[in-house]
């Protein structure tokens, strides 16, 4: 597989550039590299790029009491998942906004450029952005909650586990065991100075402009290695904040029964989870029936097999990964088998929608779900469980 420049570190974007800049410097200075970094794709609308990549900050909603000791009473930080981008996490900042939260995004380092900053990025790098990003909304807000999207999810977790701050978390296909094929990633540096194209899991069009299609060993190597520090410190310490945590069941990128164990050992009598599934009569073990809300993620007339893993966060009408988006995620063809590909990218009308199991994939011509068909109900799952944080 050819290389391209994508395929190379910019030089800009590998460690944590945030430093104790306040938030909105921090967001400048994110927009400038990421417009830098782009700067050379021929790309018909660069500032919807840049905005879409960057983070970004909200204020609250009117109407809603200020904090007793800061300017505001509840704060929450979003981050988004590995190769994705902080345009993951704007519908879910917005329902923040709405119930009167100070919303703050990070960006993690080696993301929102261009696939090769990830070739050097280490997991630490993106905690410490958590860490920034955790203590700019302690300084606005008395109440400080966490929320994050597959990679994301791990680091909030990871973060509220050192930090008595952080008063709950919210987590959407949170990442706790991925494959542990994983582990071996790191060896591609015995042999790829002379062979390049093995630094790559996989090596995609990136037609997405809010996310990867190329993703190097280095990245999932890191995130094995933060999967299992994070689960070295669980079996430490216990959680007991509350926690609310919406997955899929048929999730082929992380592991769903870890979340199921997580959601287990989630003490706190205000833990929630909801779980896409395509079997509504079987409860996930040892968590509370009460505590789980089961969805069924079959949804015959849109031609939904199931949810997906990126199927969580994005309603759909977002006009880029939505039911009516232009952007398809057909990348599990690229490049064996490009007649489904293209069947894919070109709206037949024969695609059916899902996760990439192996199942879905023997029932035709699969696009990979990227959006919430039941995005309405999971916001009002939401509120319902905000409405119960002590």
Sequence with gaps: MRLEARHQSSGLNTRFNGGQLPFADYVARSREMIALARSGTAAA??????????????????????????????????????????YFMRYLAEFFRENGFRVMAVLLPGHGTQ?????????????????????????EADEVYLAGFSAGGTLSVFQSLHDDRVRGLF????????????????LHKLYSWM?????????????????????PKNAAAQMYALTKKLRSLLREREVSIPVFA????????????????FMAHARHSS?????????????????????????NSVIPDQKILSSAHTAIVLPPDDAHYGAAGDYSNSI???????EKYDACNNNHKEVLLGEITG????????????????????????????????
């Design 246 to 261: 919406a997955a899929s069941q048929d999730d082929t990128t992380v592991n769903t029964p870890a979340t199921l164990e």
């Design 45 to 86: 609308n660069p500032e919807e790029i840049v905005a879409g990549n960057a983070p970004f900050a909200l204020k609250p909603a009117a109407g809603y009491p200020p904090g007793q000791e800061h300017t505001y009473q509840r704060g929450v930080l979003l981050t988004h998942g590995l190769t994705d981008s902080p």
């Design 332 to 338: 599990h063809y690229y490049p064996g088998d490009m």
């Design 359 to 390: 199942a879905n994939l023997k029932s035709g011509t699969l696009r990979r779900l990227m959006y919430n068909p039941n995005f309405a109900a999971l916001k009002i799952s939401m509120k319902r469980f905000m409405d119960n944080l002590p």
């Design 171 to 186: 987590l959407f296909s949170p990442a706790f065991r991925i494959t542990p094929r994983a582990a071996l990633a790191g």
């Design 271 to 295: 833990s929630r989870l909801v779980l896409y599934t395509t079997d509504t009569g079987k409860l996930p073990p040892g968590i509370p029936e009460e505590k789980v809300e089961l969805v």
């Design 115 to 139: 696939p090769g900053d990830l070739l050097d990025v280490t997991w630490q790098e993106w905690a410490k952005t958590v860490a920034y990003g955790t203590d700019r909304v302690a300084e």
């Design 195 to 215: 062979m390049p194209p093995a630094k790559w899991v996989g090596i995609g069009p990136d037609k997405s402009l809010y996310k990867y299609e190329s993703l």
